[in-house]
């Protein structure tokens, strides 16, 4: 199973000629890590042009909630219901309960971007009777395969930009009116004085969002994966668009048809040959 983020409905017709079966809409008010959000009176719309094309639609709910925002979450969930998503990405464990008691946990995605990185934590959430669960971005090919193996039901991403820093804070505001400019723009890039890599910076309503200097990309290891058991391929067009991570869905469903892409990926596989965790004086 392929999916992917989306950031066009004009784009429904090419992602239904690709490999992509599932397409994650984000929306206003409700989503993070997007530069596509999508107003809320377009969600039937969204899941009825998904259902013309053959495509199971995702939403994007990956906000962490305040309490102020608890009324209008249920609400956002019941109309998730009521279209009949086919599944929902949450990082708040405040997202669960409300889907629980709605009988939507069957639908859940869990996708905390850094924190699942063992067996035991995928079998947590499992247990609770969640659909799936992505694994931590910085995994290593041989960590993936150990999880994969006991818990083929995790989702990893092949493909795209990952957060590796998200603060609630406008830090990027903040430091601009701490050396006397203006904010002019959500995206920027940084550059730290120990590295020449620049590091994409998103700071949006929700706050500041960092990361990876470069896409991941996964051509050279989507058959071990595959081997490995694993059949959720995440891929995700933040600071991409639709057309790039179509023809990088079909690349990657060329090498594992037993052929070659048509091109070579952007991007860095360098994770999958490292430990996660590493000493200084490593």
């Not at 409300?98 to 069957?106: C, F, S, T, V, W």
């Not at 995928?122 to 150990?146: M, Q, R, T």
Request: aromatic share 10%; proline share 4%.
């Amino acid at each position: 199973m392929f999916i992917s983020t989306i950031q066009s409905m004009a784009s429904l017709p090419s992602f239904q000629a690709s490999p992509i079966d599932t397409v994650v809409v984000a929306f206003e008010g409700f989503s993070l890590r997007s530069e596509a959000k999508q107003p809320i009176d377009s969600l039937a719309d969204w899941k009825a042009a998904c259902e013309r094309h053959g495509l199971k639609m995702a939403v994007n709910a990956l906000k962490l909630f305040m309490e102020e925002e608890v009324d209008g979450l249920e609400r956002f969930l019941q109309a998730l219901k009521d279209v009949d998503v086919d599944a929902i990405y949450y990082a708040d464990e405040g997202v669960f309960e409300i889907a629980q008691r709605l009988g939507l946990q069957e639908k859940l995605v869990y996708q905390p971007e850094t924190l699942v990185t063992n067996t035991p934590d995928v079998c947590f959430y499992l247990d609770l009777g969640v659909k799936s669960v992505s694994l931590a971005h910085e995994l290593s090919l041989e960590e993936i395969v150990g999880i994969v193996q006991n818990c083929p039901q995790a989702e990893i991403l092949i493909h795209g930009y990952f957060s590796i820093l998200y603060s609630r804070r406008p830090l990027v505001t903040n430091y601009l009116r701490h050396i006397g400019k203006e904010k002019k723009s959500d995206r920027y890039d940084l550059v730290e004085q120990t590295r020449d890599e620049a590091m994409p910076v998103l700071e949006d309503e929700s706050g500041t969002h960092v990361f990876s200097a470069e896409p991941i990309q996964s051509l050279d290891y989507i058959q071990a994966l595959y081997d490995a058991g694993v059949r959720r391929f995440r891929l995700d067009s933040l600071f991409l668009n639709d057309e790039e991570i179509i023809e990088a869905a079909k690349a990657y469903a060329a090498v594992l048809a037993g052929g070659q892409p048509a091109r070579p990926l952007a991007g860095s596989d360098r994770w999958y040959g490292q430990t996660t965790v590493k000493k200084k004086v490593d």
